[in-house]
């Protein structure tokens, strides 16, 4: 829109020209959003390598790594999947895994009667 006066239109964003304010009206909500954002995976980078013991201790700040490890990540490498991964199943007598392959072998080799 052309202005007929040829003055300057004083509408819009000029209410962001004062630092002060663009800070408090853009910056501010901006930082908390980002924040807010991006905390999960500041936590699931933490938890990865954190220790048991400190996963499971209430002593300490739960923000931050004290004896940070790789144990977690290489035991689900190698497949073991770490210490709770079979919530207490062990092997079979027939030295098959608990695992679903070997589930299904079983269950195909039993008769329903």
Known sequence: MSN?????DTVGM???DSLPRKMVTVYLPLLVFLIVL????YWMAITSVKPEAELLSRDGN??????PTLAHMVALASG?????AGHGHEKRESGEAN???GTLDQLSRTTLL
């Open 80 to 84: 073991r999947g770490g210490k709770h």
């Open 38 to 41: 991006l905390f999960p995976f």
């Open 99 to 101: 695992t679903a392959h």
């Open 62 to 67: 739960p923000f931050w790594v004290i004896k």
């Open 4 to 8: 007929p006066n040829n003055q300057v």
């Open 14 to 16: 000029s209410f962001l």
